[in-house]
T-cell receptor
């Protein structure tokens, strides 16, 4: 079964440093997302991306965050200057209206970011 | 605004016993409904989904869920729990339609502990 893959699985970074989290969505999907889960809290929507632009973002997704699809396969989340409160599991996801996937959103394994 | 309530934060069941995890939602129309499972340190795996039609849906790993419109509920059930089912379970809702865009909203999750 096709899957969303994410790298790295775990990253430790110092406060103030830039971090890029990478994702390879399912190949024929058109919609891409980032979610995050702070330890012990629920999974929260950050941003969605379609047709090479952000289609929706939450209030969490401030100017410190950006997303990009640099080529035909990768989808990245950049945090420009990390803060302690950015420590979380970040999930990439993708979805597609195709007949087989049927409006289902598929998540990756997550990238655990620890800011120290 | 849409919301998902999982009233049970933590549930403990004996191996072999039946399980029911509760989920209630608030949404303007009948949403698409999902259950995801997250094992410790792992990503979000889709267990099952409801879009329309038969209100009892079957998923993977022997799980099923029943959509009850009158109660705005989508409870997850399993007749006989296995020790490997210990994980956190998330109910989620998403916008109905065939556009393929699925910005889902998650509940706070229910942690399942299975005892011998």
């Amino acid at each position: 079964e096709p899957e969303v893959t994410q790298t790295p699985s775990h990253q430790v970074t110092q406060m103030g440093q830039e971090v890029i989290l990478r994702c390879v969505p399912i190949s024929n999907h058109l919609y891409f997302y980032w979610y995050r889960q702070i330890l012990g809290q629920k999974v929260e929507f950050l941003v969605s991306f379609y047709n090479n632009e952000i289609s929706e973002k939450s209030e969490i997704f401030d100017d410190q965050f950006s997303v990009e699809r640099p080529d035909g396969s990768n989808f990245t989340l950049k945090i420009r200057s990390t803060k302690l409160e950015d420590s979380a599991m970040y999930f990439c996801a993708s979805s597609d209206p195709g007949r087989n996937s049927g409006n289902t959103i598929y998540f990756g394994e997550g990238s655990w970011l620890t800011v120290v | 605004a849409q919301s998902v309530t999982q009233p049970d934060i933590h549930i403990t069941v004996s191996e072999g016993a039946s399980l029911e995890l509760r989920c209630n939602y608030s949404y303007g129309a009948t949403p698409y409904l999902f259950w995801y499972v997250q094992s410790p340190g792992q990503g979000l795996q889709l267990l099952l989904k409801y879009f329309s039609g038969d209100t009892l849906v079957q998923g993977i790993k022997g799980f099923e869920a029943e959509f009850k419109r009158s109660q705005s509920s989508f409870n997850l059930r399993k007749p006989s729990v296995h020790w490997s089912d210990a994980a956190e379970y998330f109910c989620a809702v998403g916008p109905p339609g065939n556009r393929g865009y699925q910005k889902v909203t998650f509940g706070t999750g229910t942690k399942l502990q299975v005892i011998p």
